[in-house]
């Protein structure tokens, strides 16, 4: 069975672009939840999809960022225009089932912006 | 708010030796408690988790942690540490009841370092 998958595994972008992040998650999870780690501080959350519908935004830091999950398939994270402190690791993870079920997480996206 | 306190942000220890790394939750309910390990390069690994019943929880790859709920911990144990061991450890907590999504929030998190 594959895991949760992310691409691109680093991205390094100026200030003012835009930045597009993927997760895949594994087959047959509806529950897709994204994750950021900004350096020297803990994990995240920012956002959960079950299927395609967004369940929960509160993490979300402001409006530059936009989540889409088209399909209730693979999930895309946008950045724009990117600013300095949206550099970070950025995770997804999936599950079967919300609640207190395992959530599988996916090795991460490097944002660096300069 | 809830909050997850890790003690330590990094812990040495000698092969062989016990390792402890201390997790404090907030919230006067009980919340479901976590332990995730990543490696280099990798993504979170569950390692164990508490949601009700036993309150001394075993794990994979020999670790185990108990909850307490007079001190609100949650502390990782391993009675032997391996230099496979030798990652980073995050203690995270998720709420119960219908208002849970299964977000999680994170510990600071806890670099562990195996010496020969």
């Known amino acids: 069975e594959a895991g949760v998958t992310q691409f691109p595994s680093h991205s390094v972008i100026e200030k003012g672009q835009t930045v597009t992040l993927r997760c895949d998650p594994i087959?047959?999870?509806?529950?897709l939840y994204w994750y950021r780690r900004v350096m020297g501080k803990e994990i995240k959350f920012l956002l959960h999809?079950?299927?395609?519908?967004?369940?929960?935004e509160s993490g979300m830091p402001n409006n530059r960022f936009l989540a889409e999950r088209t399909g209730g398939t693979y999930s895309t994270l946008k950045v724009q225009p990117a600013e300095l402190e949206d550099s970070g690791v950025y995770f997804c993870?999936?599950?079967?089932?919300?609640?207190?079920?395992?959530?599988?997480f996916g090795p991460g996206t490097r944002l660096t912006v300069t | 708010a809830q909050s997850v306190t890790q003690l330590g942000s990094h812990v040495s220890v000698s092969e062989g030796a016990l390792v402890l790394l201390r997790c404090n939750y907030s919230?006067?309910?009980?919340?479901?408690l976590f332990w995730y390990v990543q490696y280099p390069n990798q993504g979170l690994q569950l390692l164990l988790k508490?949601?009700?019943?036993?309150?001394l929880v075993k794990g994979i790859n020999g670790f185990e942690a108990e909850f307490k709920k007079s001190e609100t911990s949650f502390h990782l144990t391993k009675p032997s540490a391996h230099m496979s061991d030798a990652a980073e450890y995050f203690c995270?907590?998720?709420?119960?009841?219908?208002?849970?999504?299964?977000?999680?929030?994170f510990g600071q998190g806890t670099t562990l370092q195996v010496k020969p």
């Open positions: 919230s006067s309910v009980p919340p479901y």
């Open positions: 508490y949601t009700s019943a036993a309150t």
């Open positions: 995270a907590v998720s709420d119960r009841g219908s208002s849970n999504t299964g977000k999680l929030i």
């Open positions: 087959s047959g999870h509806d529950n």
């Open positions: 993870a999936s599950s079967q089932k919300a609640g207190a079920y395992e959530q599988y």
């Open positions: 999809f079950v299927k395609e519908s967004k369940q929960d």
